[in-house]
């Protein structure tokens, strides 16, 4: 109830400081469970995905962004779920799996942390993204945001096609299995910024 009263009291000024266009929004689930993968350059990333799509994303988050005190409550109030990266445990995996088999959205910035590239390229994607789609048979939606959110810069989310990772729901999850599935999620995603570069100059 909270997350929706706070989505309608920012949903105007946010579309007006941080104006964004979603590009391939008919690739966004409208229902059943579902992981959404996303670039990530800026705390501000989460608010922008989540306050331009009507379904409510439960975001993994490293447990030490909770710790700052106002982005920290506004993260619990989105839904947001702690994960110590230096020590996932299984729990931790079973809580975000029952929240995707109970047909709820979960938010995953897959870099690990915030990319501070100059130009943005990709960093490497971590597995987990791979291991809980496996394991809760659920399938992946790549997004990327053009740029990192800045007040009134005109922004673009771009969402690729739902990846389906069914022919690995019966394999043993070993090294080189896991390797190959995040490998596919990561040439989606690659596909991904390369489609923001030619939407630039295309729209020059």
């Not at 309608?8 to 966004?28: C, D, E, S």
């Not at 993260?75 to 809580?95: H, Q």
């Amino acid at each position: 109830m909270l997350y929706w009263f706070l989505k309608a009291l920012i949903y105007i000024p946010l579309r007006i400081l941080y104006p964004t266009k979603v590009i391939g929004k008919k690739n966004i689930k409208k229902r059943g469970g579902v992981i959404e993968i996303c670039n990530h350059r800026r705390l501000m990333d989460v608010v922008v995905v989540n306050a331009n799509q009507r379904r409510k994303p439960r975001t993994l988050a490293k447990k030490e962004v909770f710790k700052f005190f106002l982005f920290g409550w506004f993260l619990k109030a989105l839904g947001g779920i702690p994960i110590d990266r230096k020590n996932v445990k299984p729990s931790s995996l079973k809580n975000v799996i029952k929240v995707l088999k109970k047909g709820k959205v979960v938010l995953i910035f897959p870099e690990g942390t915030r990319n501070k590239n100059p130009d943005g390229k990709l960093t490497e994607l971590k597995h987990g993204s791979a291991i809980i789609a496996i394991m809760a048979k659920a399938p992946v939606i790549p997004m990327y945001l053009k740029y990192p959110p800045k007040i009134f810069r005109r922004n673009y989310l771009f969402v690729g096609e739902a990846v389906d990772f069914s022919n690995y729901y019966s394999k043993v999850l070993t090294p080189q299995i896991l390797e190959k599935a995040n490998q596919v999620l990561t040439d989606k995603m690659l596909k991904l910024q390369e489609t923001s570069i030619l939407y630039k100059r295309k729209n020059k």
